[in-house]
């Protein structure tokens, strides 16, 4: 059996708890857009990306209410949440100009919710070729760009879209 070794997820993992609270409810609370990798802060969501992703450029889409459900959130935000994911479409193939995107969202533990208790849209790009065998059988992700990039990357794509 092959190991492949990612020792920068065990501060994630040794200090991940039930305990820590909300992730997206502290996010939203901090000022720390750039520490917490937050692309835009709009009225009812913000958009960050993710820390672990499957591909390079994975947002998602979070509401400030903390909601379980479709059913429990405000229809505004529903709607603004859709309205961010249409912009960052957008901004995701001007800057990395994918041949498709994976949109969806997992509601509750069992639909494989990472964060069961909050709601959260997935927006992901990808390209013909980028399921291999590092994923399909190591189990291993492999990115072309570090987080910081990627983040300074769309949030300057974002203002300069605000701008134009």
Known sequence: MDH?????????VST??????CLFCRIAAESKDA?????????????????YPYTGGHL??????????????DPAVLAEMMALARRM????????????????????KSAGAGVAGHIHMHLLPRWTGDVNFMTTVGETRVHPENLDMTWEK?????EEADQG
């Open 60 to 73: 998602m889409i979070a509401p400030y209410d903390h909601v379980a459900t479709l059913q429990a959130a």
């Open 89 to 108: 479409e957008g901004v995701l193939g001007r800057v990395y100009r994918p041949g498709g995107f994976n949109l969806g969202l997992n509601i509750g």
């Open 4 to 12: 492949l070794w990612s020792p920068w997820r065990y501060r994630y």
């Open 16 to 21: 991940a708890s039930d305990d820590d609270g």
């Open 35 to 51: 520490e917490n990798y937050v692309i835009l802060r709009a009225r009812r969501n913000f958009v960050l990306l993710n820390r």
């Open 154 to 158: 769309l949030r300057s794509a974002v």
